[in-house]
């Protein structure tokens, strides 16, 4: 699967979505450097999630973004979703291709090469490690290093997701490094200086 490395931010919503963040994304969209944009929604019913995801769906569609879903499957296929992403304590890549076939799907590996080779013999179609930085996302259990990046390149052609507390200041070392995508979440959304809109813009 060839992917648009110019669009190198694999984009990870809010984890709630108000009525002001559909503009924020079409105007995030528009610079054209989001290449993913994953749906990451926990507590909210599958019927909310469906309606959200339609919305959205159609907008990434607009500007050519791959439209992903976190964590279940099923919601990926209700929404014919161009596929999505699983973690280690999700179904497993293979169970997933029976149930959306060739569609995208990526594979969190945390920290481990382990993990990386398995996700690559499987056929996954990106793997990502993680976290990189200290996130406001998420709760850091698994510190990824710039060594790991260079290690999985050697192993594997499969595209890397670098992922965790990315921002304007640290994201450069990551793509220098060979990291093919930048999962960044906080740093649009919750950044306290910027409006997404011009928080994407200093990522050059």
Known sequence: MRFNNKKFIYLISPLKIDKAFYINLINVLKQKKV??????????????????????????????????????????????ADGCHLGQKDMSLLEARKIIGNKIIGITCHNS?????????????????GAFNFSKTKRVKYKASITLLKKARKITKTPIV?????????YKKLLLNKANFLAISSYIWKNKKFKPSDAIKKLK
């Open 35 to 80: 290449g993913f944009f994953q749906l990451r929604l926990k507590k909210l019913s599958f019927k909310k999630k469906l309606l959200i995801g339609r919305k959205i769906k159609n907008i990434c569609k607009r500007f050519n973004v791959k439209f992903l879903i976190n964590d279940d499957v099923y919601l990926a296929k209700e929404l014919d």
């Open 113 to 129: 090469i382990g993990l990386a080779k398995t996700a690559s013999k499987n056929k996954a179609d990106y793997i990502a490690f």
């Open 162 to 170: 670098a992922i965790g507390g990315i921002n304007s200041d640290n």
